[in-house]
C-alpha cells in the first residue's frame, strides 16, 4: 500500500518539474504534439461515433430505438479502457525522442550530472534507437492489448478488472522506459526492475490512467508522466547502474 502511494506521489511530482526553469522549453514539443494529435483525433472520433449510431438508428426497428441509449455508456466504456492506452502508444511513438531528451534534462536537474552530450548530432543519432525502442514496446503491447481486448467481451467484469491493471502496467512501462532508455538499459531487464517493485509501478501507472480520463487534464499527462518517471528512476533505480 505504500509503495502503491509513493507511485501515485512520482506521477504527481511531475507538475511540479514541469514548471522548473531550465525545463519547460523542453515541456513544449511534447506538450504541442499530444494537444494536437488528441485534440483532432478525439473530434474525428466523436464524429465517427455520432454517423455510426445515425447509421444504426436508421437500421433499428422504431420499437427497439431505446438500445441507442444503452449502446452509448458501453461506446464510451471502450473508449475509456482502450483508445486511451492505444492513442498514448502511437503519440509516445512519434514524440519519443523529445520525451527522451526531457526526461535526459529533468534527470540532469535533479542529479546535476549529464548523461549524454548536448549537441544536436547526439541527440540526431540517438533517434533511431527511440524509436526502435517505441516499436519494441508496441510489439510488447498490441498482442498482449488484443487478448485483454477479447476478454473483456467474453468476461466483462473480469476484463474491465485485468483490462485496467495491464494499462496501468503499460503505462508505467511506457514513460519509465524514457530514463531507462537514456542509460542504455535493455528492455527486458527494465521490465524485470519495474516488476522487483510493483506498488510503485501499478501506483504510478494508475495516476496515469485516471488523469488521461479526464478530459482537458490527459492534453499534459504526456510530460508530466515523462517528468515524474525521471524521478521515480533517479530515486529508485538509478543507483543500480552507477
Request: proline share 4%; aromatic share 18%; glycine share 6%.
Amino acid at each position: 500500500m505504500v509503495q502503491l502511494t509513493q507511485g501515485i506521489e512520482y506521477f504527481l511530482s511531475g507538475f511540479s518539474l514541469i514548471t522548473q526553469k531550465g525545463l519547460k522549453r523542453f515541456v513544449f514539443i511534447p506538450l504541442l504534439i499530444n494537444i494536437l494529435l488528441f485534440g483532432s483525433s478525439l473530434f474525428f472520433l466523436y464524429d465517427w461515433l455520432i454517423q455510426g449510431f445515425d447509421y444504426l438508428n436508421n437500421l433499428l426497428p422504431s420499437w427497439l430505438s431505446w438500445l441507442e441509449w444503452l449502446m452509448w455508456p458501453i461506446a464510451i466504456m471502450v473508449i475509456l479502457f482502450s483508445y486511451s492506452m492505444v492513442f498514448t502508444v502511437i503519440t509516445n511513438f512519434i514524440a519519443a525522442p523529445f520525451n527522451g531528451l526531457l526526461s535526459e534534462k529533468v534527470e540532469l536537474h535533479l542529479t546535476g550530472q549529464k548523461i549524454n552530450d548536448d549537441s544536436l548530432a547526439d541527440l540526431l543519432k540517438d533517434v533511431p534507437r527511440m524509436l526502435g525502442r517505441e516499436w519494441t514496446k508496441l510489439c510488447y503491447y498490441l498482442p498482449r492489448a488484443l487478448g485483454f481486448f477479447i476478454l473483456l467481451w467474453i468476461l466483462p467484469l473480469v476484463g474491465q478488472i485485468l483490462w485496467v491493471m495491464f494499462t496501468c502496467w503499460m503505462y508505467t512501462v511506457q514513460y519509465n522506459d524514457y530514463p531507462f532508455d537514456n542509460h542504455k538499459i535493455h528492455f527486458k531487464q527494465m521490465k524485470d526492475d519495474l516488476k522487483s517493485k510493483q506498488g510503485l509501478s501499478y501506483g504510478f501507472g494508475f495516476a496515469v490512467f485516471v488523469l488521461t480520463s479526464i478530459p482537458i487534464v490527459n492534453l499534459i499527462v504526456m510530460p508530466v508522466a515523462v517528468c515524474g518517471a525521471t524521478r521515480l528512476w533517479v530515486d529508485n533505480y538509478r543507483t543500480n547502474y552507477r
